[in-house]
């Protein structure tokens, strides 16, 4: 069965520095999400994109995130100047509709900031 | 902002009983998710209700959404320790947005 992958499992990095997370959605979906879970909270969105735009965005989501679709595969999310509260579990996901179709998450990456 | 409220937080149940879980929202849902986690892994889609009164199965799960789209129930029939983790109830109530809410989740453990 198809799967939304994510890139690395685990990331640890430097408050301040910028990392960037990688996600590879199901191949013939259209709508993809980044989400967070900070520990022991819940799972928060934080952006949408289609049609290579963003199509809607949290309060979560400001001007030090940013998401990209850099060729037909990969979808990241860049986190500029990583502060301590960025650590949390991020979830990318994907659907082939909008609305009435599931969203199909991936295993997550936990970032780690020092 | 919508909300989406879970209960219980945390259920322990003995392996071969049935449970409920609930998720109660503040606003008419568009459409409702249910996903269950596993400790630190990612979000597997159980089942997704669209329309008031519907009720889809799956092996022994089972979920519902009232008639006005703002509760929805998941109940497991002879529940196995397979069904353990925590499971997380999702919705969006329209208005053009896509990003889901999700609930803070139930904790479900299986005493064998």
């Known amino acids: 069965e198809p799967e939304v992958t994510q890139t690395p499992s685990h990331q640890v990095t430097q408050m301040g520095q910028e990392v960037i997370l990688r996600c590879v959605p199901i191949?013939?979906?259209?709508?993809f999400y980044w989400y967070r879970q900070i520990l022991g909270q819940k799972v928060e969105f934080l952006v949408s994109?289609?049609?290579?735009?963003?199509?809607?965005k949290s309060e979560i989501f400001d001007d030090q995130f940013s998401v990209e679709r850099p060729d037909g595969s990969n979808f990241t999310l860049k986190i500029r100047s990583t502060k301590l509260e960025d650590s949390a579990m991020y979830f990318c996901a994907s659907t082939s509709g909008r609305v009435w179709q599931p969203q199909h998450f991936g295993d997550g990456t936990r970032l780690s900031i020092l | 902002s919508q909300e989406l409220e879970q209960s219980p937080q945390s259920l322990i149940v003995q392996e071969g009983k049935n449970l409920t879980i609930n998720c109660t929202s503040s606003?008419?849902?568009?459409?409702l998710y249910w996903y269950k986690q596993k400790y630190g892994e990612g979000l597997i889609f159980l089942m997704m209700?669209?329309?008031?009164?519907e009720e889809k199965s799956h092996e022994k799960i089972t979920a519902k959404l009232d008639e006005k789209k703002q509760q929805s129930s998941l109940h497991i029939t002879a529940s196995q320790p397979s069904h353990a983790g925590i499971y997380l109830c999702?919705?969006?109530?329209?208005?053009?947005?896509?990003?889901?809410?999700f609930g803070k989740g139930t904790h479900l453990i299986i005493q064998p």
């Open positions: 191949s013939n979906h259209l709508y």
């Open positions: 606003k008419t849902l568009y459409g």
């Open positions: 999702g919705g969006f109530s329209g208005g053009g947005a896509d990003g889901l809410t």
């Open positions: 209700l669209q329309k008031g009164g």
């Open positions: 994109f289609y049609n290579n735009e963003i199509s809607e």
